[in-house]
């Protein structure tokens, strides 16, 4: 099963407020979760990435969990700004073994985030 | 900028034509990977090349196919374009062995 799981669909949030996005997975094989942050009109911008051996991930405002025996990732985005607004996407990629280095995709949250 | 460069931008077409669009990967990146992005199935990998070999195949369609050349620049060729082909099409590449993958700004098609 090679699907990511992504929730939820659009998120509201105040300017200061922490947004969280969160992902699931099936595939055990999966070894590597990055998230992609993508304004309208662009391509998707890598955002920050981790690897199961890691439980957390920071990066400035933006943060990974990572839950390797529940098969679940999120990112939070710590004080919140306008300039954040986009849709964000989560995904995994496959294992080496099985030659598929493509990234699965989530289906994407669309954040808002007020003034 | 993610160094990964698209052409067209933009392309508007009609039924049963066929398009060929152009990816130039960063500097150094042997790896070219083609997703498709709609509005009802997000992002989906189609294609994946590495140093001009195509390594592993996604959901692509038969009237679609690809290429890497020497110079490692990919094109992707659509034909018999459908109604239902409208969608941006990103490549993104990476060095073969590392996990990130750089988008382009990608190319918007829209078959009339």
């Known amino acids: 099963q090679q699907q990511v799981k992504q929730s939820p669909q659009s998120l509201i949030v105040q300017k200061g407020g922490i947004s969280i996005i969160n992902c699931a997975y099936e595939n055990t094989a999966f070894d590597y979760f990055p998230w992609y942050q993508q304004f309208p009109g662009k391509g998707p911008a890598l955002l920050i990435a981790?690897?199961?051996?890691?439980s957390e991930k920071k990066e400035g405002r933006f943060t990974i969990s990572f839950n390797k025996s529940a098969k679940q990732f999120s990112l939070h985005i710590m004080d919140s700004q306008p300039g954040d607004s986009a849709t964000y996407f989560c995904?995994?990629?496959?294992?080496?073994?099985?030659?598929?280095?493509?990234?699965?995709f989530g289906s994407g949250t669309q954040l808002t985030v007020l003034p | 900028d993610s160094g990964v460069t698209q052409t067209p931008k933009h392309l508007i077409t009609a039924t049963g034509q066929r398009v060929t669009l152009r990816c130039s990967p960063r500097s150094g990146d042997l790896s070219v990977y083609w997703y498709q992005q709609s509005l009802d199935q997000g992002l989906q990998f189609l294609i994946q090349y590495y140093n001009g070999e195509e390594r592993a195949k996604g959901n692509i369609l038969e009237r679609f196919s690809a290429q890497q050349f020497p110079d490692l620049h990919s094109e992707l060729n659509l034909s018999s374009l459908e109604l239902g082909d409208s969608a941006l099409y990103f490549c993104?590449?990476?060095?073969w062995g590392v996990g990130e993958q750089y988008f382009g700004p990608g190319t918007r098609l829209t078959v009339t």
């Open positions: 981790i690897r199961p051996d890691v």
């Open positions: 995904a995994a990629r496959g294992s080496f073994s099985g030659s598929a280095r493509q990234l699965t």
């Open positions: 993104a590449s990476s060095p």
